[in-house]
């Protein structure tokens, strides 16, 4: 493993950082390791939006809603309105 020493950090960020860890119930250096892993090697979805957002709410049960038709109406002539 390789070892890397962030200078120059402001005292907000660090403290952020060390909130969120305790949030996870994680050290600092896990949860910066975390981080750095999650914004270097993003996942690539293995399915597609859809997909994803359908089973996320899947539990919630779905809702047919009608299909709206327009009424039947002939077509119109265009050559004959343009006044030729």
Do not use: C, W, Y
């Not at 999650?38 to 809702?63: C, H, I, W, Y």
């Amino acid at each position: 493993m390789a070892t890397i020493m962030i200078r120059n950090l402001d005292e907000t960020t660090k403290t952020n950082l060390r909130l969120q860890a305790a949030r996870h119930g994680l050290s600092m250096e896990e949860e910066a390791r975390r981080l750095l892993r999650k914004a270097v090697n993003p996942a690539t979805p293995s399915e597609g939006l859809g997909t994803r957002l359908q089973r996320r709410f899947a539990a919630l049960g779905g809702v047919e809603l009608p299909r709206h038709r327009l009424p039947d109406r002939p077509l119109p002539n265009l050559i004959e309105a343009d006044g030729q």
